[in-house]
T-cell receptor, first 114, second 114 residues
Framework: EADIYQTPRYLVIGTGKKITLECSQT?????MYWYQQDPGMELHLIHY???????EKGDLSSESTVSRIRTEHFPLTLESARPSHTSQYLC?????????????FGPGTRLTVT | KNQVEQSPQSLIILEGKNCTLQ??????????LRWYKQDTGRGPVSLTI?????NTKSNGRYTATLDADTKQSSLHITASQLSDSASYIC?????????????FGRGTQLTVWP
């Protein structure tokens, strides 16, 4: 099991609230990723980071933002949550970039916006 | 368009039986193919990773095959156990970018009954 953690695991929140999903890894990995996954659907990359002070948008457009101030920490923020943001959010990390490196996933945060 | 298709969408088998899950992909240029196991409410965990030159790879009761010519892969599970109940996701990576973009299938939901 990889050392990558996400909190909270479950969150139910009202429309308009600001939320931050936390992701931390203790492996010293440079690359970190955020994916969004709806039930029965594939994972979609929404943000990634090559390292400290590096953030990029992924394939799926998202109203969320991310920051990478420390290597081990990659939080995701929604300024004003909406029901359309209801989904599972998975954080991952890898030692390097490139296709040959394993991505390790956190347990996910199940977000429900009412 | 880079795509990963999995079949069947869901599968129910009895404990102790074998099963085979299928994956077809159109990702190009191909780098590697991975099979992940995702338990309900958890993040995906890697089972196998295969490069272009590898035809088969085993991990305990899990055996993955790859035919890079036909762009097909299969995951065979031997002597299934109740703990095998999960979603099995086929993931293909391209080598066309430094990110090593991953393309995810929607998964096969396997249920093992006692």
């Amino acid at each position: 099991e990889a050392d990558i953690y996400q909190t909270p695991r479950y969150l139910v929140i009202g429309t308009g609230k600001k939320i931050t999903l936390e992701c931390s890894q203790t492996m010293g990995h440079d690359k970190m990723y955020w994916y969004q996954q709806d039930p029965g659907m594939e994972l979609h990359l929404i943000h990634y980071s090559y390292g400290v002070n590096s953030t990029e948008k992924g394939d799926l457009s998202s109203e969320s933002t991310v920051s990478r101030i420390r290597t081990e920490h990659f939080p995701l923020t929604l300024e004003s949550a909406r029901p359309s943001h209801t989904s599972q959010y998975l954080c991952a990390s890898s030692e390097r970039g490139g296709s040959s490196y394993e991505q390790y996933f956190g347990p996910g945060t199940r977000l429900t916006v009412t | 368009k880079n795509q990963v298709e999995q079949s069947p969408q869901s599968l129910i088998i009895l404990e102790g039986k074998n099963c085979t899950l299928q994956c077809n992909y159109t990702v190009s240029p191909f780098s590697n193919l991975r099979w992940y196991k995702q338990d309900t409410g958890r993040g995906p965990v890697s089972l196998t990773i295969m490069t272009f030159s590898e035809n088969t790879k085993s991990n305990g009761r899990y055996t993955a095959t790859l035919d890079a010519d036909t762009k097909q892969s299969s995951l065979h599970i031997t002597a299934s156990q109740l703990s095998d109940s999960a979603s099995y996701i086929c993931v293909v990576s391209d080598r066309g970018s430094t990110l090593g973009r991953l393309y995810f299938g929607r998964g096969t939901q396997l249920t093992v009954w006692p």
